[in-house]
């Protein structure tokens, strides 16, 4: 050791050969990583078809050949140098960067791994030519050639002289599903380029250019599947100089894992942590314990106020104003999945293409409280009343469904509030409706309540078929939303402590409450600062005075200092109103009457997120006619 650290040892430069193989290290992982630098060179070129043919999940060969403006034959040696590219010139290039592949490594990277062939012809040439290369020795042997418009790169032999690095493959199968899932990933983002991969020479995938919306959600639903179309909505809102569009899976298509999950930064796939957390912020309580949203999402953005050149492999970004781009995302996403209802879930996915999503101020104008700021927003609007039913009343009339003061007991945290009791009234004993007559005005969204079963489920009728309803999940929903209105409509107050706390906390994160302390003043707390490292708390807001202070603010400056808000305050509040909501929800065997049974579906029908409990369960199912022909064997 004493040896290797002996500060007479010489300096000396790396051989190209050395040099090239320690940046493959970092570019080449497996064969998904080649055929991603190689699909994205494609599709810089201008390319609209691309062909990969795969051999051994891309061990034994990899080729990718597309129809895009090719590379000259004095070029073609420097495509393979490194740091040799075409796409940048000086740093204002870089500082705008559009092309997918910039750095010019990669080319160089794999031919130091593998056995490399380039062959290539551009519009204008008479011929095309090729260039050969090996990891061994680097040379590259440049030939004459017969090839198309277009340029074809064959990779053999992936790490032969490396033995060291192929160990650490998986199986085939893995490999090649790994290999498979980057093409799908480009192939969402290019819609206007036609993939087709074979492997072992088995056609595996074929998608065409997609020119409309119905080609479009062709392919979708070929990568992510057509159950990810039927259940997913469609948005598009753009506003600041900010854009975004595509589709939203509802919370009940959740999957176990994330691996429907697809967003895009001017049509570059990446993985990004502001991104993840906003949309995670988004779908928070509408989403069940340990499940994951599905999306394919594209966000358009000026190329000068976003770093795409923060990683070799281009998989992370960087935004300029990080907090605006996360209040945006998690604004449209939060306001897209509070105006699901039961009628949209209902609509055919043709007819939920053509809803129109909100923009400006409604799609999603969030800072740290944009939940109270929209819950405020909507105390502004006139509310609908129902109209009682009267015994000559038609099908398409609406039902009295009012909340009076209850005799059990409050929750003990509304209780110590003395707030939201209204909200916890029973259902009111309304007399039984009358039977409606059939074909009588338009049948609502989840129907009319025929019965009621085991004291737990509503039977309804609509016009896709039956309906079944847990009554305590769904009315727990609706006096969840209730309960996040009327802390808009009172704001939080706070309880000063009889003893201040006293928090030590580092001086960046002594700066940032300095920096935010009107914003904790508005959620009821009150922070000092003592020190260069000590912070004072010296109030808490009142519904929260069991939670612990010191964590609580230590979480959220967290929060601030990672992505410039945080939604743990809110989301402790809604914790507790979820707990109001559930002890003030209608119980298990309460019967209900038809017209308490129809008035809680009217509700259901406009209230935000009604689909799922605040516990992420969904509140109701549909059994079309189909379904219910299929458990009888009707038609067979």
Not at 311 to 319: G, L, S
Not at 354 to 376: D, S, W, Y
């Amino acid at each position: 050791m004493s040896e290797a650290l002996n500060s007479s040892a010489r300096i000396e430069l790396l051989s190209p050969r050395l040099a090239n193989q320690i940046a493959a290290g970092e570019v080449v992982e497996r064969p998904a990583s080649v055929i991603k630098e190689l699909l994205e060179n494609s599709l810089d070129s201008g390319a609209r078809r691309i062909d990969v043919d795969v051999e051994q999940a891309g061990v034994k060969l990899l080729r990718v050949r597309d129809d895009g403006s090719g590379i000259s034959a004095d070029d073609l040696p420097l495509a393979l140098a490194r740091h040799a590219t075409s796409k940048i010139r000086d740093l204002e290039d870089l500082e705008r960067v559009m092309s997918l592949g910039f750095r010019g490594e990669a080319l160089a990277s794999i031919s130091s791994v593998a056995r490399l062939t380039l062959t290539s012809r551009t519009r204008d040439a008479d011929q095309a030519w090729q260039v050969e290369t090996e990891g061994r020795d680097m040379d590259a042997r440049v030939q004459p050639a017969a090839h198309p418009v277009g340029t074809s790169v064959e990779v053999r032999d992936l790490f032969f002289n490396t033995p060291a690095r192929r160990k650490f493959l998986k199986a085939e199968k893995t490999e090649f599903d790994h290999l498979q899932e980057v093409i799908k990933r480009l192939a969402l983002a290019r819609f206007d380029v036609a993939f087709h991969l074979r492997h072992n020479g088995k056609s595996i995938l074929s998608l065409h250019e997609a020119h409309d919306d119905a080609a479009r959600a062709r392919r979708v639903a070929a990568v992510c599947g057509a159950g990810f179309l039927e259940q997913a909505l469609p948005i598009e809102v753009e506003r600041n100089g900010l854009h975004l569009w595509g589709w939203v899976g509802l919370p009940t298509f959740s999957r176990s894992q994330a691996d429907l999950q697809y967003f895009y930064v001017n049509g570059r796939a990446v993985r990004d942590k502001l991104v993840a957390h906003a949309v995670r912020q988004a779908y928070r309580d509408v989403l069940f314990n340990g499940r994951h949203p599905t999306f394919v999402l594209f966000f358009e953005v000026d190329p000068a106020v976003v770093d795409v050149n923060v990683h070799p492999t281009k998989h992370e970004v960087r935004f300029r104003d990080g907090r605006m781009v996360h209040d945006f995302l998690y604004g449209t996403l939060h306001r897209a999945l509070g105006d699901v209802r039961p009628e949209d879930q209902l609509a055919a996915p043709a007819a939920v293409a053509g809803m129109v999503r909100p923009t400006g101020i409604e799609a999603g104008e969030f800072g740290p409280q944009g939940e109270m700021r929209l819950a405020a927003n909507l105390l502004e609007q006139p509310q609908a009343q129902p109209s009682s039913l009267s015994a000559g009343s038609g099908a398409g009339a609406g039902y009295q469904y009012q909340y009076r003061p209850q005799a059990t007991p409050m929750p003990p945290a509304a209780e110590a509030q003395g707030v939201y009791r209204e909200f916890f009234a029973p259902l009111p004993d309304a007399p039984a409706s009358p039977t409606l007559p059939d074909g009588q005005g338009d049948v609502p969204p989840l129907g009319y309540a025929l019965a009621q079963l085991k004291g737990i489920y509503i039977l309804s009728e609509n016009a896709q078929g039956l309906v079944l309803v847990d009554m305590h999940a769904a009315h727990e929903r609706i006096m969840y939303e209730r309960l996040k209105v009327a802390m808009a409509s009172e704001g939080l107050s706070g309880q000063p402590l009889l003893v201040p706390e006293s928090l030590a906390v580092s001086q960046r994160e002594a700066d940032c409450a300095e920096e935010h302390v009107a914003w904790f003043q508005r959620l009821g707390f009150e922070l000092q600062r003592l020190g260069p490292e000590t912070l004072a708390i010296r109030q808490i807001p009142a519904l929260l005075k069991q939670a612990e202070a010191n964590r609580l603010v230590q979480d959220v400056l967290a929060d601030l200092m990672e992505y410039g808000t945080s939604d743990r305050i809110q989301a402790h509040l809604n914790e507790l109103l979820g707990t109001m909501a559930c002890h003030g929800a209608i119980r298990a065997n309460r019967r209900l009457a038809l017209a308490e049974m129809n008035g809680l579906l009217r509700d259901m029908e406009n209230t935000e997120r009604s689909g799922q409990c605040n516990h992420g369960r969904p509140t109701w199912t549909q059994l079309g006619l189909d379904d219910l022909d299929k458990l009888f064997l009707r038609g067979r």
